[in-house]
Nanobody, 121 residues
Framework: QVQLVESGGGSVQAGGSLRLSCAAS????????LAWFRQAPGKEREGVAT???????VYRDSVKGRFTISRDNAKNTLYLQMNSLKPEDTAMYYC???????????????WGQGTQVTVSS
């Protein structure tokens, strides 16, 4: 089973940028769907972006044009480049993984511990 460790979180002012990283260890990494989720205090966890083994991506509407998800299979690392950050982006960010099947991504089975992102105005 893949193990995931996030890093790169921090505190920034609105309009700033952060790049989150998720280092993975385990087997068959390149076959996994990888995703970023976030959870703000008092709110439900929500999907931010997902990247398929093929490189196909999907984003939450509120982050389109601002966030970019990417993966480097050679380094077993997932990234989330976050630009033009807004206070509403403040949350704990988690990376997650699931073995791709049926041309899609199933529910995520593996989760990191999270990295905090705080955006102030």
């Amino acid at each position: 089973q893949v193990q995931l460790v996030e890093s790169g979180g921090g505190s920034v002012q609105a309009g700033g940028s952060l790049r989150l990283s998720c280092a993975a260890s385990g087997s068959t990494y390149s076959r996994y769907c990888l995703a970023w989720f976030r959870q703000a205090p008092g709110k439900e966890r929500e999907g931010v972006a997902t990247i398929w083994p093929t490189g196909w991506t999907v984003y939450r509407d509120s982050v389109k044009g601002r966030f970019t998800i990417s993966r480097d299979n050679a380094k077993n690392t997932l990234y989330l480049q976050m630009n033009s950050l807004k206070p509403e982006d403040t949350a704990m960010y988690y990376c997650a993984a699931a073995l791709a099947r049926g041309g899609g991504c199933p529910s995520m089975a593996h989760w990191g511990q999270g990295t905090q992102v705080t955006v102030s105005s």
